[in-house]
């Protein structure tokens, strides 16, 4: 099975039903794109009443507790606490414009969360139709380098979401055949979402305390003006006190009636400032919390969404080829393995043809040789036979009375050659001697003396003439 490397083409078709899913062009906007489009209020339906319902709050907590709070607006500057007074009473209204800044973030924070729960959808989406292919028909695997060409999207934000870097780490570490568990990896991914639910947060917390850092302020000054309005009670009281201010009424009683007004105020102040700031910080602080509430709903969806796709990612990752350098040599390798498998195959076949006529010759030779052996077992029976035949001739022509008869006739013919020899050798030797005797005469006549030195001469030939002639009567007699 042979795979190619280059990605296959998707038909006009599919691009274009690419380019008219709404999941997808939600997953290729920037998050500044998404925020502003009319697919932010159709993923957040409720955002808009929410939002509504929070300003109404704060504008009637707006109405009780403004006005309150800025019952110093105009300074007198009688002293510090006058100064200080009007400042907190001024540094408590920007409480109420933290709730604008806390929309702001609640729509950063869903547009961001909606864009990176859109790429996860389609990855996911993507993903598991190619997966459920691969599984039908393992031939359909592409390259492990295409994934992200293929199922990851063109997003042109800067920097990049979330979760396609997360789907882009993947697809790296993929091609280095490297799976981390799906646990270990999508959770620095998880942490940088919840920046924008913690800027939220922030915003909620900064209202709550500077709301209750005016309250404090507030009773500082109640504090404050608590010494002032008991020394005003402690001192006499000149009239009745259904005659303050009237037009007969002396200077100094006026003078004293004021002075109780006075320090009733001040603290009258303080109340309302300590009690308009916790208002406005406590209803910032319940708008936070709705818009909160609303932020991470939306959050526990992405994660459950990236959970699942980051899964179905790895899992498609893994069922991918990866031809690099090490795979391909053990191609290499597997296609010279083949070849010598196919070269062994035929040696054998070869082998095994060669086999097969050398059985068939050595089964002709054993039933050749199952012929000879008859043959030969045959040859042998003969060769018995004519053996015990032989044997019992034998037995007849060597019987002990037949072989001690012939044994004495032998007997009596060889003392008879040995007589006849013995007879016939007396006589040469008598007649051999009668002719030395004449011959040793003769020789002394004529000779004289000097002839006697050939007689051991003559002896020795006699001798041996005598022994040649007994030889021959005996092997004439045998």
């Not at 709550?208 to 010494?227: D, K, Q, Y």
């Amino acid at each position: 099975m042979e795979q190619t490397d280059q990605p296959p083409a998707s038909s006009p078709s599919e691009d274009q039903t690419s380019h008219q899913n709404p999941t997808t062009r939600r997953a290729r906007m920037t998050v500044r794109d998404y925020r502003r489009s009319a697919f932010f209020g159709e993923d957040n339906p409720r955002f808009g009443s929410l939002v509504a319902v929070g300003v109404l709050l704060l504008a009637v907590c707006g109405v009780i507790a403004v006005p309150w709070t800025l019952t110093r607006a105009r300074p007198t500057f009688a002293g510090p606490v006058d100064v200080v007074h009007f400042i907190v009473a001024w540094g408590a209204v920007p409480i109420f414009l933290l709730a604008f800044r806390a929309v702001s973030h609640a729509r950063s924070a869903l547009a961001d969360l909606g864009v990176n729960l859109a790429i996860a959808q389609h990855v996911e989406k993507s993903a598991a139709q190619a997966l459920q292919q691969i599984r039908r028909d393992p031939r359909t695997r592409v390259n492990v380098a295409h994934l992200e060409s293929l199922h990851l999207p063109d997003n042109p934000d800067n920097p990049k979401p979330a979760s396609l870097r997360l789907f882009q780490r993947i697809c790296a570490e993929a091609m280095d055949r490297r799976f981390e568990s799906t646990i270990n990896l999508i959770e620095p991914y998880q942490r940088e979402s919840m920046e924008s639910t913690l800027r939220l947060e922030a915003v909620q917390r900064t209202a709550l305390r500077l709301g209750i850092l005016c309250h404090f302020i507030g009773l500082v000054l109640v504090i404050n003006a608590v010494p002032a309005m008991i020394a005003s009670s402690e001192a006499p009281q000149h009239v009745a006190a259904q005659a303050i201010a009237e037009p007969g009424m002396p200077a100094e009683a006026i003078d004293d009636t004021a002075s109780d007004e006075g320090a009733i105020r001040k603290v009258l102040d303080g109340l309302l400032l300590a009690f308009g700031a916790s208002v406005g910080g406590l209803s910032v602080s319940v708008f936070g919390a709705m818009l909160l509430s609303s932020v991470r709903k939306k959050q526990f969806a992405y994660f459950r969404k990236l959970d699942e796709a980051t899964a179905t990612m790895i899992a498609l990752a893994s069922n991918s080829l990866n031809n690099d350098e090490l795979l391909a040599s053990l191609q290499h390798v597997s296609a010279r393995l083949q070849e010598q498998t196919l070269t062994v195959k035929e040696g054998i076949v070869t082998l095994a043809s060669a086999i097969a006529e050398q059985a068939k010759t050595i089964e002709a030779g054993l039933e050749s040789l199952g012929g000879a052996k008859a043959k030969l077992d045959g040859f042998l029976d003969g060769i018995s036979q004519s053996h015990d035949e032989f044997l019992k001739k034998l037995n007849t022509y060597y019987d002990v009375g037949t072989i001690a008869g012939m044994a004495r006739q032998i007997s009596k013919q060889i003392d008879m050659s040995q007589d006849h020899a013995v007879f016939a050798l007396k006589s040469e030797i008598a007649s051999v001697h009668r002719d030395v005797t004449g011959v040793r005469d003769m020789t002394s006549l004529h000779l004289g003396s000097g002839v006697f030195r050939f007689v051991p001469h003559a002896l020795v030939a006699l001798a041996c003439a005598s022994g040649l002639t007994l030889l021959f009567l005996l092997l004439g007699s045998r």
